[in-house]
């Protein structure tokens, strides 16, 4: 799958990890949220 990467797409998967850690990182700034949810 690697293979099939393009340069183009670079910017895409870095937005998309940027974006995972972000979600990730306010998950975790407001731990009462999440645990209200359930």
Do not use: Y
């Not at 910017?11 to 990730?24: E, H, K, R, T």
């Amino acid at each position: 799958m690697l293979s099939n990467v393009k340069k183009k797409d670079v910017p895409l998967i870095a937005i998309s990890l940027a974006a995972i850690v972000f979600i990730a990182a306010t998950l975790s700034l407001f731990p009462q949220q999440n645990r209200a949810g359930g």
